[in-house]
């Protein structure tokens, strides 16, 4: 028996799927798209120290190490998409990503210094509403 855990077969996941309620399926996809992120910012560290270090192997098998698992992540996306359409509703994927039949939505998506300076200005907003209106 191998030491290496192995991700669970397509059709095991997919056959979980079915006993799954749809908000917990959108759940579970914005849980892969968050790992499928991490594993995408660190590819691009790996790939900047690579460079760096003269095309280090441990980090070129790293990165495609992480490339397989981001595509089986996303295969796994797709069986949930599936899953949602199967049971006969519309699958939302610009609530999930920002992208409506691939192209980016008008929201889009924060990078977080930009989260930052919105929350600040909303907080701000919420501080002068305050100073106004009824009080119990």
Same mark, same amino acid.
């Given at each position: 028996?191998?030491?290496e855990a192995r991700p669970i077969p397509p059709a095991q996941f997919a056959a979980a799927l079915e006993d799954l309620p749809v908000e917990n399926?959108?759940?579970? @996809?914005?849980?892969?798209? !968050?790992?499928?992120?991490? &594993?995408?910012?660190?590819?691009? *560290?790996l790939e900047d120290y690579s460079n760096s270090a003269g095309g280090d192997?441990?980090?070129?098998?790293?990165?495609?190490?992480?490339?397989? @698992?981001?595509?089986?992540? !996303?295969?796994?996306?797709? &069986?949930?998409?599936?899953?949602? *359409?199967?049971?006969?509703q519309k699958w939302h994927e610009a609530e999930m990503n920002g992208e409506v039949d691939g192209e980016a939505a008008a929201g889009g998506t924060l990078t977080d210094e930009e989260l930052r300076r919105e929350m600040e200005a909303r907080m701000a907003e919420e501080d002068d509403d305050a100073e106004e209106g009824v009080h119990l």
């Open positions: 028996m191998s030491s399926l959108y759940a579970k @996809v914005s849980e892969i798209r !968050n790992s499928i992120a991490h &594993l995408e910012r660190s590819n691009k *560290e192997a441990d980090c070129v098998a790293a990165v495609r190490e992480n490339e397989e @698992v981001i595509g089986r992540m !996303n295969g796994r996306i797709e &069986l949930i998409k599936n899953e949602v *359409e199967r049971r006969g």
